[in-house]
């Protein structure tokens, strides 16, 4: 009889063991930060001015993504000067391939659509034989560009809200909507414009607010 019982426990155990769980794709956090090379290029970097704003949320291993921000130039040369200001933002989503590791610690791999709208200005300086020194301008009002980003990176909980980030991106594809006689050099967001694609990095400090996390539902056998 014990035997008989020793072994209905163990099938039971074995069939529990067995019941796969639907993973719930409901956030259980919301995790919102800056970027601080942004914070450091502008107190440094006397032609830069830029902040950056980060949120992610959970669902499951994938995570929606958001990044605001706010990029200005200002180059003098002995020849002329150029300048431009403007806003931007990143959405797209990343995947997370620690799957099991309860504080959602992250290494993973992204894509990202990004749009800016911003506004730029050239003033070239030439020596004219008859006229002296003559000052062209050329001007870039309100115009829109869109790219796309590849991305990679880790997300690390150090202390209970506290978090840690760091995204390398890969910039490509990049479409600009001017109009006049002057080709955008620098887009906020993105970079320079004189190649095909270009590298960006962040470092981001980040901090999470939980939300009460939905129960899994087991998948039937």
Same mark, same amino acid.
Request: positive net charge; aromatic residues 16%; glycine residues 10%.
């Given at each position: 009889?014990?035997?008989?019982?020793?072994?209905?426990?163990?099938?039971?155990?074995?069939?529990?063991?067995?019941?796969?769980?639907?993973?719930?794709?409901?956030?259980?956090? $919301?995790?919102?930060?800056?970027?601080?090379?942004?914070?450091?290029?502008? /107190?440094?970097? %006397?032609?830069?001015?830029?902040?950056?704003?980060?949120?992610?949320?959970?669902?499951?291993?994938?995570?929606?993504?958001?990044?605001?921000?706010?990029?200005?130039?200002?180059? $003098?040369?002995?020849?002329?000067?150029?300048? &431009?200001?403007?806003?931007?933002?990143?959405?797209? !989503?990343? !995947? &997370?391939?620690?799957?099991?590791?309860?504080?959602?610690?992250?290494?993973?791999?992204?894509?990202?659509?990004? +749009?800016?709208?911003?506004?730029?200005?050239?003033?070239?300086?030439?020596?004219?034989?008859?006229?002296? &020194?003559?000052?062209?301008?050329?001007?870039? /009002? +309100?115009?829109?560009?869109?790219?796309?980003?590849?991305?990679?990176?880790?997300? $690390?909980?150090?202390?209970?809200?506290?978090?840690?980030?760091?995204? !390398?991106?890969?910039?490509?594809?990049?479409?600009?909507?001017?109009?006049?006689?002057?080709?955008?050099?620098?887009?906020?967001?993105?970079?320079?414009?004189?190649?095909? /694609? $270009?590298?960006?990095?962040?470092?981001?400090?980040?901090?999470?607010?939980?939300? %009460? %996390?939905?129960?899994?539902?087991?998948?039937?056998?």
């Amino acid at each position: 009889m014990s035997s008989c019982l020793t072994g209905f426990a163990q099938t039971e155990e074995k069939s529990a063991d067995s019941v796969k769980v639907r993973p719930s794709y409901k956030p259980t956090g $919301v995790r919102f930060g800056t970027d601080v090379i942004s914070i450091i290029r502008s /107190s440094s970097d %006397k032609t830069f001015d830029g902040w950056e704003f980060n949120a992610d949320a959970d669902f499951d291993r994938y995570y929606g993504t958001l990044d605001v921000g706010y990029w200005a130039r200002d180059y $003098v040369a002995p020849d002329g000067t150029y300048s &431009n200001n403007g806003t931007y933002f990143r959405i797209g !989503a990343d !995947a &997370n391939f620690l799957k099991k590791d309860p504080d959602k610690n992250m290494f993973f791999f992204g894509l990202r659509y990004g +749009h800016s709208r911003f506004s730029e200005n050239l003033t070239v300086i030439r020596d004219d034989a008859d006229f002296g &020194n003559v000052s062209i301008k050329l001007i870039n /009002s +309100h115009i829109p560009a869109g790219w796309f980003e590849m991305t990679t990176g880790l997300k $690390v909980k150090m202390w209970k809200f506290f978090w840690l980030g760091c995204t !390398a991106r890969l910039k490509f594809g990049l479409s600009t909507g001017e109009k006049g006689d002057l080709k955008p050099s620098d887009v906020p967001g993105f970079g320079r414009t004189d190649k095909q /694609s $270009v590298w960006g990095f962040n470092y981001q400090i980040l901090f999470r607010i939980p939300i %009460k %996390k939905a129960p899994s539902i087991p998948l039937e056998k």
